[in-house]
């Protein structure tokens, strides 16, 4: 779905830490000196995570500055390049596909998508990835396919049956050879994998691949899990010379995004979990120290205990961001009002900007982590967002022709069929004029410029009566474009015969309708109906 073109903004990050889990022999080491913390300023390495994308390339919806979109991520990778010219790229849960099984219609959509996330993560440069049961969506083979566009190491040391698969990979970064080991269990919720694949204890695994990376001479380890939260933090346990282990969902079964997941610290080692669909990415930079240690640990510098303050804090500014945006928008809120709110804001965005300052360089070997939030204000990278429009291109155009011959299914004898707004216009000329007012009535026009028009994944949300008896399809929308009277009075043919007589329309639709159908989440946050109810009121139409 469209987005409002970004513009150029600081990037808005958190720095989280987390609660400790469990710290035995985590000493906090004595501070170095203001010449020593200076010349730490550019990492030894950085490491940019991500768990679960699932297929997300980019937001979805009408919210304003929505979370999300690889041509935002690479925008900010190669602004960071800079500041940390040494880098990984790594990720760990479903990243391909959206949902464990694709129906039928939607599987030419759907691998189109996925190849165009495994070329966007070639140009991300990720480097490996522990896969998700989503991930077989297409099948083992298009699996194989997309691994060879993305580029990147497939990590999943317990699984077997998949070919290409591995358990380690090890790269030397600024002279410091740091070994990655991942490890997945893909199985949906009855227990079962895909065809032809098995597997074997994850933590058995991630031993052997420790074993393994530190054989080749990594002295930085690095596990990837796509395992269920409470297993990866016991393997987190049981391998204390892991200085990180990124975690991601075994699997994916619906479109809602996730709120951030604090970091932990599990012994020595971080615990990271992202937001799901590409909302967050997490920073950590590496500052190596001890060059003699034969597997490095850090020390934390970030002020882990602070995470939890820190969540809540970037959840209530998130919140009242989009409430604000949205009273703006309705313009029903007083002046004053929204003057105060928009002080609370600032007051909260100073406090998180406060707890964010950064801890003075501990001696050793440490870590700073932060999770940053992928949003419009990063930026577009040019030839990822190119990408992202070559995709839109290629689906419109097949869609059109694939689903041309497509048609709703006739109403029932006796029921209400879709007539569409002109012939509504005959008697309600007011009501008429009320509606091209409103957003709604450009709906489809903002997925035209955009060629997302015969998108599944779109037009849904952007026509009247869709995929309903005598209503609407992908390509059958003549009469039915935008979002008009019928969406929410309901179908018209009869009543349309009888004007007079009662029960053939809706004439006070519920708000909660709005929510049912298009604006819930993750297309919108803080709808909140009623009040968006009354913007498509006026004069001879409910005013």
Avoid at 40 to 61: D, F, H, M
Avoid at 124 to 145: F, H, I, M, Q, S
Wanted: aromatic residues 4%.
């Amino acid at each position: 779905m469209p987005r409002a073109l970004p513009s150029t903004a600081l990037v808005l990050s958190l720095v989280l830490g987390a609660t400790v889990a469990a710290c035995q022999g985590c000493r906090t080491p004595p501070a170095v000196t203001a010449e020593e913390d200076a010349a730490s300023a550019q990492p030894t390495l950085r490491l940019y995570l991500l768990s679960t994308v699932a297929g997300a390339i980019e937001p979805c919806g009408c919210t304003k500055d929505q979370l999300g979109g690889v041509d935002h991520l690479a925008a900010f990778l190669r602004a960071e390049s800079a500041a940390a010219p040494s880098s990984l790229v790594l990720g760990a849960g479903p990243m391909l596909f959206g949902e464990p099984t694709l129906r039928p219609e939607e599987v030419t959509q759907q691998s189109w998508k996925a190849e165009t996330l495994a070329a966007a993560a070639k140009e991300l440069g990720l480097v490996a990835w522990a896969p998700g049961l989503n991930d077989w969506a297409a099948g083992g083979e298009a699996l194989t396919k997309y691994v060879s566009t993305a580029g990147s190491a497939l990590l999943a040391g317990n699984v077997e049956g998949v070919p290409g698969v591995t358990s380690v990979v090890v790269r030397e970064v600024s002279g410091v050879k740091v070994g990655i080991i991942g490890v997945a269990e893909p199985r949906d919720r009855a227990g079962k994998l895909p065809d032809g694949i098995t597997t074997k204890p994850a933590l058995d695994a991630m031993k052997a691949g420790v074993l393994e990376a530190k054989k080749q001479g990594a002295r930085v380890l690095v596990g990837l899990a796509a395992i269920p939260r409470g297993d990866a933090l016991r393997l987190a346990d049981a391998i204390p010379e892991l200085a990180v282990l990124v975690l991601g969902k075994p699997q994916e079964t619906d479109h809602n995004n996730d709120a951030p997941k604090p970091p932990m610290r599990v012994g020595s080692t971080l615990v990271v979990e992202t937001s799901n669909h590409l909302q967050t990415v997490g920073v950590v930079d590496l500052y190596v120290r001890a060059r003699d240690a034969e597997v490095l640990s850090f020390a934390d510098a970030s002020g882990i205990e602070r995470a939890e303050e820190l969540v809540v804090l970037a959840g209530r500014i998130r919140d009242l961001e989009t409430r604000i945006q949205s009273w703006e928008k309705g313009g029903k809120v007083k002046a004053e009002d929204l003057a105060a709110r928009k002080a609370d804001l600032e007051k909260l965005r100073a406090e998180k900007a406060k707890l964010e300052e950064p801890m003075p360089s501990p001696k050793g070997s440490f870590f700073r982590y932060k999770l940053v939030e992928v949003r419009e204000k990063l930026g577009i990278e040019p030839a990822m967002a190119t990408k992202l429009v070559d995709y839109y291109k290629r689906v419109n155009e097949h869609n059109r022709t694939a689903f041309a011959d497509r048609k709703p299914a006739a109403a029932p004898a006796g029921k209400a069929s879709f007539i569409g707004i002109e012939a509504c216009t005959v008697c309600h000329d007011e009501e008429r004029k009320v509606f091209d007012g409103t957003a709604h009535a450009k709906a489809y026009e903002t997925l035209e410029k955009d060629f997302k028009e015969f998108n599944l994944d779109c037009v849904s949300c952007h026509v009247t009566g869709y995929d309903k008896p005598g209503g609407s399809t992908v390509t059958f929308v003549d009469k039915l474009k935008d979002v008009q009277c019928e969406e929410c009075h309901g179908p018209g043919s009869l009543h349309a015969k009888k004007p007079d007589a009662k029960g053939l329309i809706i004439l006070k639709p519920d708000p909660q309708s709005c929510v049912s159908q298009c604006h819930h989440p993750p297309h919108v946050e803080n709808f909140d109906p009623v009040a968006k109810m009354d913007l498509v009121l006026g004069p001879g139409h409910g005013k």
